[in-house]
């Protein structure tokens, strides 16, 4: 955990310093996305397949739902090929609680995520771009297990998103997607408006 938060803060550093040196030629990204197919999503579901397994079938969570997450970032640019920014991410899951395939409550889980992240653009058009990237953060996890009483549990985990391959077409408003795995998802793709 003290690993991670000296990675965040060099990250973060250099982002400042970035900030500064290319000054004269800020682009300020601000975007609103969707994700499929989380690292929150992936864990519940393994989880689920070892309460099964551990319990010999006998508890489950099942009718499962997991509507995807909502993801919102600040990415800052030169004219160099890195970009820089933040993260917010709000992924959730919920379903029911069954005992020998009969259901004896419901759960909700809410996952909230902060990551720093960095993009390396491979092709940097003010019309089109196509990057890469690496992201490093903090995921918060809050449970509620209702059955004959409620329990509540958190906890908090360190996540990374990796975008393999990420594109944007527009300039000030602008459309972009892409396909990695992580925070955001497998499938990610929103709306990004520059300044």
Known sequence: MKSLMVLILVMAL?????SYSYGQQKRHEFSVGYGLVTSSQIADILTNILLITITIGQAAKVDNKYPGAFILSYKYSGRSRLAFGLTFAYDRASGNLAMSNIPVGTYSENYYTGAVEMDYRFINRKNFCLYSGLGLGLTVRKGTYTY???????SSFPVVQVTLLG???G???????ELGGGYKGVFHGGIRASL
Not at 14 to 18: A, K, N, Y
Not at 148 to 154: F, L, V
């Open 14 to 18: 250099t982002f400042s310093l970035f």
């Open 148 to 154: 004959s009483d409620t329990e509540t549990s958190s």
């Open 167 to 169: 594109f944007r077409i």
């Open 171 to 177: 300039d000030k408003i602008a459309l972009f997607g």
